[in-house]
């Protein structure tokens, strides 16, 4: 695919409701395009495809360059789907700050659906020192917002300890828990 797909589309309507899912990939080659504004249009058209161009973005993300990987993950962002939750979780422990950063921006914008797999990645990669930086960002923004239980809580404040590798895991998996019961208990009524 290339730039005249995009014009065709543009010419078209301003949301696609039947994008042929065959075209998705050539559509997210298009995030690595040279030009800004086939980029930007690429962006805006998958941000539009939205739920079925998903599978296709969580697919390439992980073998993604760091440009495209970038691009990606703000396509996720603007989808808001629950399904991308874990693979941005994932990104948060990339050794560039502009993915992390993006990724803590598309899971804050998931609001409480990040919550169980960034505790659980907690749990299993609290020596992170990107994963923790990333966590504690984004549960700052929800205690600021009033979204975190006590027990949630408890997780940004060992992330604030002195040796936060020790009390991190120990936290996130109270707080999973925690969840998990309060979905256990809403599922019995």
């Known amino acids: 695919m290339n730039s005249t797909i995009i014009s065709q589309i543009n010419q078209s309507i301003d949301c696609i409701d039947d994008f042929p899912s065959k075209d ?3 559509l997210i080659q298009q995030l690595s395009n040279p030009d800004s504004l086939i980029r930007m249009q690429a962006r805006e058209i998958l941000s539009c ?12 993300l992980p ?18 789907d629950p399904t991308s939750v874990s693979i941005l979780v994932e990104q948060l422990k990339n050794h560039n700050a502009g993915v992390r950063w993006a990724a803590s921006t598309a899971l804050i914008g998931l609001k409480r659906a990040a919550l169980p797999a ?9 020596d992170s020192i990107w994963l923790r930086q990333s966590a504690h960002h984004i549960l700052h923004v929800f205690k600021d917002d009033g979204r ?15 040796e936060p590798t020790a009390s991190v895991p120990w936290a996130a ?3 999973l828990e925690a969840l998990k019961n309060k979905k256990n208990n809403l599922l019995q009524y």
């Open 24 to 26: 998705i990939p050539s």
């Open 49 to 60: 495809i939205g739920k079925p161009a998903v599978t296709e973005l969580v697919k390439t």
């Open 63 to 80: 073998t993604a360059d760091l440009e495209l990987r970038w691009q990606i993950i703000k396509v996720l962002e603007n989808i808001q």
């Open 118 to 126: 960034l505790f659980e990645a907690l749990m299993r990669d609290y």
């Open 148 to 162: 975190l239980t006590d027990v949630e809580e408890r997780v940004y404040t060992a992330l604030e300890e002195i």
């Open 173 to 175: 998996s109270k707080a």
